[in-house]
């Protein structure tokens, strides 16, 4: 990130005299870097795993496959049948 700082700001300064803003970045980003050495000030309102008489939400189970049906063997239907069951009705008014 760095690299890509100095590799714009030289950019910049090269356009032939054009100041663009980068300047601001490299504090930001500083902050930001240094933002993950700090500890949480939050504590998280949460119950003590340790603790067994604790309240925890019930456990549910959903399938991942539970919409799937098997489709194999098929026997094949004629396929003038098949294609007659999924054309539209003509119109009763023509």
């Known amino acids: 990130m760095l690299a890509l700082f100095g590799a714009k700001s030289a950019a910049a300064s090269a356009v032939g005299g054009r100041h663009i803003g980068f ?53 094949p239907a004629p396929w003038r049948d098949r294609n007659d069951a999924v054309t539209p009705q003509p119109k009763q008014d023509r």
């Open 23 to 75: 300047h601001w970045m490299l504090p930001a980003f500083a902050a930001l870097a240094l933002s993950g050495c700090m500890p949480a000030t939050t504590q998280i309102a949460a119950a003590d795993p340790a603790d067994p008489a604790a309240k925890a939400a019930r456990v549910g189970y959903r399938s991942t496959i539970a919409p799937y049906t098997s489709l194999r063997p098929a026997t």
